[in-house]
Structure formats: structure tokens, C-alpha cells
């Protein structure tokens, strides 16, 4: 039995203000969209709570909660938004009216010179047994929002490439956090939030299972959160209004050093994913210890 112990005095404290609110739906009704809807209170429960499983990696169910985020946008608000800012943006209207994909191939890759970004692509697409395609790959671009959801689905791993941040855990923790305040920084509030929706979910989730379940995974998250947002502070402008075309043939420390970008490039992170992933061969090996 646990010491710890919730009083009426603490929760008098807190729930003092609480009110009763009548209704006379037979269902549950709240004044959040995102409350009434049946499946997204199932998966954000039971992504927040759960472990990350062997026979449920901590990926799963990412398409079905943005396709409900998606669902409940207020659409005429989000290209009114859009409009606005490309009117406040000149590098954002550019961005759209370009509409440059970063949809690259082998083939034209395979020719760059080591040390550019090109190289590095042609390397990822080749080796690594991932694609660069990897959400909305059925979007066909015909405006700026489907060129928006295309593109930034194009360019996920590029930012690892240039920003030094890993595909692992504090890697992927950081270039979250990063690109959320470069966001922020540079975009009306309400369009920024649009922007980091589904980025906002994915923190919040595995914060939590961190917290819960992977102590030092939890640390790294912290230090992660702390640098990737220190870099995306500093960005010349958020990576994805980068036209990375512009790019392939440039060597990728050239790249950092016209937008800013901080790399971290000492591995520190390398190891992380055995920290919370338990369909890793090496989950559970410790990777540090706290200072004394």
C-alpha cells in the first residue's frame, strides 16, 4: 500500500472551482472536438499509457491519429491562415508558390560528391532500407495545403541528414522539439500550432511512456528536448520552407552554416533506442549512469 495519499484538503485545493454541467445528450458531450471523439480518447489513452511492446512498437497507430487530427481541422481557417502569412512571409509564399518537391531518386544521386547533401540522400535511399516517401505518399499536389503535406513528408529525413540529429530516440526527440520552436518563432500562433499538431502528440506520448516505463530514456529525452530546441531557435528560417533541390550538390557543412544550423554530430544518441524500445535486441543494456 502506498504513503502516498491524495487528502480532501489537496483536493479541495484543486477541484474546488469544479461545476456541474447539465446536459441532456444520452452521450458524452464536451466543449473539446477532440474529447468527443470516441476513437482519438482510445488511442491518446492508450498510447500514453502503454508500454512500447515487442508486438506494438512505439510507431504504431501514428497514421490513425493523424488522420483524425487531420479530420477535425477547421479547414477555411487553416488556408485563411495559409494566405495570411504568405502575404507576411516572402520565404513562405516562395516556399508554395515553387512548390519544389524533395522527391529524389537514385538515379539522379547517385553522381554527388561526397560531403553533399545529394550524396547523403543517394546513401540513405541505397542503405539504410527506409524511403524518403514516408506519410501522404497518395497526395496528389494540385495547391499550397497538398504541396505543404506532401513536402513535409518528403523531408523528415533530410533534416536528420543536415541537423546531425540521429533516427533514434534523442535524435527524433530533437528534431521534434527544434522544428515546434522554429515554428513558433516565425509563424502567427494559430498557424504554428496547425503545424506542430501531430509533432505536439507525438511529444506528449512519448514523454509520458518515458516517464512511466524508461527512466533513462526519459533523460535523454530532457537533454534532447533542450538542444533540439536551442537549434531551432537559431535556424535562419523552420527547415521546412528549405527548397532542399536548391541543395543536392551543396556539401552539407556549407548547408549548416547558411541557415544556422548546430549540428550534433558526436553519437551521443546513437545507442538510444534500446533505452525504450523493446523490440530492440539490446533493450534494457544500460547506456549511462548518473552523476555522483
Known sequence: MSEAKIGDADRAYFNGNIRKV??????????????????LRSLISQEMLRRNGPDLPNTAYIPEVAQIL??????????????????RLPQFAKWLEKRSLSNFTLAETKDCAPGTL?????????????????????????????????????????EHMVTGFGP?????VALISANM???????VPELSNFFSRIAYYLKAKT??????????????????????????RNWKYPLMLVDWREYVNVQIEDIRRELNI????????????????EDDPNYGVPLMEAAE
Not at 535511399?125 to 497526395?139: H, K, P, T, V
Not at 533514434?168 to 527524433?172: A, I, Q
Not at 520552436?181 to 509563424?187: E, N, V
Request: proline share 2%; charged share 20%.
Open 168 to 172: 533514434n530516440h534523442g535524435g527524433e
Open 70 to 87: 487531420h479530420d477535425l481541422e477547421d479547414m477555411q481557417q487553416v488556408i485563411t491562415l495559409f494566405e495570411m502569412e504568405k502575404r
Open 262 to 277: 548546430t549540428p550534433v554530430i558526436d553519437g551521443r544518441w546513437d545507442e538510444t533506442n534500446r533505452l525504450c524500445n
Open 118 to 158: 545529394g550524396a547523403a540522400i543517394h546513401d540513405f535511399m541505397a542503405n539504410s532500407g527506409y524511403q524518403l516517401d514516408l506519410f501522404f505518399q497518395e497526395i496528389q499536389v494540385v495547391n499550397d495545403f497538398t504541396f505543404y503535406l506532401r513536402q513535409t513528408a518528403l523531408t523528415h529525413d533530410i
Open 181 to 187: 520552436h522554429a515554428k513558433a518563432r516565425y509563424f
Open 22 to 39: 447539465e446536459t441532456e445528450s444520452s452521450v458524452l458531450v464536451s466543449s473539446s472536438k477532440y474529447l468527443n471523439h470516441p476513437m
Open 207 to 232: 514523454v509520458m511512456k518515458d516517464a512511466l516505463f524508461y527512466p533513462e530514456a526519459m533523460v535523454v529525452n530532457l537533454e534532447a528536448e533542450f538542444i533540439g530546441a536551442q537549434q531551432g
